[in-house]
């Protein structure tokens, strides 16, 4: 089991591009309060048909290295501007 690290002051964001559902490099608006160890819990669109989780094993200055579409969510594409927001899923509970 792996551990993912949590923040309680990171703030909700935005995509500053559009990403394709194999991008594994995605740029972000700003990264106030995110985790500075990996890896941890983002969301994208968060309550929306598009949502999906991801989890971010490093980042370099404003972009997220990641690995899509987990605990059972699908990588789809994300347009420019949709939200991207730390958090938790299903799997942090099963474990």
């Known amino acids: 089991m792996t551990r993912r690290y949590y923040s ?19 740029p972000i608006v700003a990264a106030t309060g995110l985790p500075s160890s990996y890896p941890y819990t983002m969301i994208i669109a968060q309550d929306t048909g598009a949502e999906e989780i991801i989890e971010v094993t490093n980042r370099v200055s404003l972009t997220l290295t990641v690995t899509r579409g987990v605990d059972g969510t699908t990588a789809v594409a994300h347009n420019s501007g949709d939200s991207i927001a730390h958090g938790f899923s299903a799997r942090d509970f099963d474990e």
């Open 8 to 26: 309680s002051t990171a703030q909700r964001t935005a995509l500053s591009a559009g990403i394709t559902n194999t991008a594994t490099s995605i």
